[in-house]
């Protein structure tokens, strides 16, 4: 059996591709960047929910918000792992990312500009990425998949404390109420877009999902979503920001309104409201914590000259 054969019997057979297989260059490649644009949102993802650690509520708000952030640099130390068994060095990836020729999802690029932004993260955008992180778990590439799976539990936890906030919300004042109603009025059509391009449009499906290393479209998981997500903001007596969004008996599914695409494409080529700060923040964290790096290489080369 040639190398390429035995990669297509394993991906026929459902099994694994492991670091050490051999693979076709454009399954590597476009593994190194879907995986390292999933660490890089992961990492940059941090920023817009941390904003908001030093004005949480309360302790018991703020104990819990500071864990999540901390499990999102988790997230991104796995993801980061997992692309370097591709080949490539973290240290590379950082750089790419910092010289903007790496794209991190759309949906950090916008403010969190009250107290409901945080339950609505929680709630939508970490509700958004267990669908698709859940198929994930399915990826034929070993080290992303098995990567997910602890993910995708935590991303549970996420998106309950979410849910959690806007319940409380939703029960309290009318001016509370409000507040999670704006909130859900500014990040629905956002985490919508979390899902990326109409499968017609989107340049990678069609091959990844031959590869399995997506199982599900982006118009199919944005669906999944929709549909999961309404029934949850009639619990919480919300209104989706939607005028076209109903049910429809035929398809057994909710039909939506059309995404801005114009604001999407924008959003991606580093023109939204918040790229310039976020990309900013992120170099300067680097280059202030280039210290703490040098200082934990030394300490490990001086362990490891001891053990010798
Ligand atoms: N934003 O061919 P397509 C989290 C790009 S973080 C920006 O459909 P693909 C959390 C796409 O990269 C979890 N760019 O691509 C953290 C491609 O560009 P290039 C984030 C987007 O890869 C903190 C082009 O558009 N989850 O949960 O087949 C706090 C064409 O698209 C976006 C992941 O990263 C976008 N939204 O499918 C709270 C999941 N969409 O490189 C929560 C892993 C598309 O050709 N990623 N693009 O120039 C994926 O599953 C897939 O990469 C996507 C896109 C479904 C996102």
Known sequence: MTPEERFQALIDAEEKIEPTDWMPEGYRSTLIRQIAQHAHSEVIGM???GNWITRAPSLHRKAIL?????????HGLYLYSA???????????QELLHQGKHKYSSI????TLSWADIGTIGWLVDGAAITNQVMLTRCSYGPYARAMVRICKEESFHQRQGYEIMMRLCEGTPEQKAM???????WWWPSL???????????????SMEWKIKRVSNDELRQQFVDMTVPQAEYLGLT?????LRWNPERGHYDFGEIDWDEFWRVVKGFGP???DRLAHKVNAWEEGAWVREAAAAHAAKKAARAA
Do not use: C, W
């Open 47 to 49: 920023q817009p929910e």
């Open 66 to 74: 500071m864990a999540k952030v901390q499990d999102e640099a988790g």
């Open 83 to 93: 692309a370097e068994t591709l080949g490539v060095r973290r240290d590379e990836l």
């Open 108 to 111: 950090f690029n916008y403010p």
């Open 180 to 186: 999670a109603q704006d909130a859900l009025n500014r």
């Open 193 to 207: 877009m979390m899902f990326g391009p109409h499968d017609t449009d989107s340049t990678h499906t069609e091959q």
């Open 240 to 244: 989706i920001p939607d005028p076209e």
């Open 274 to 276: 918040m790229n310039r």
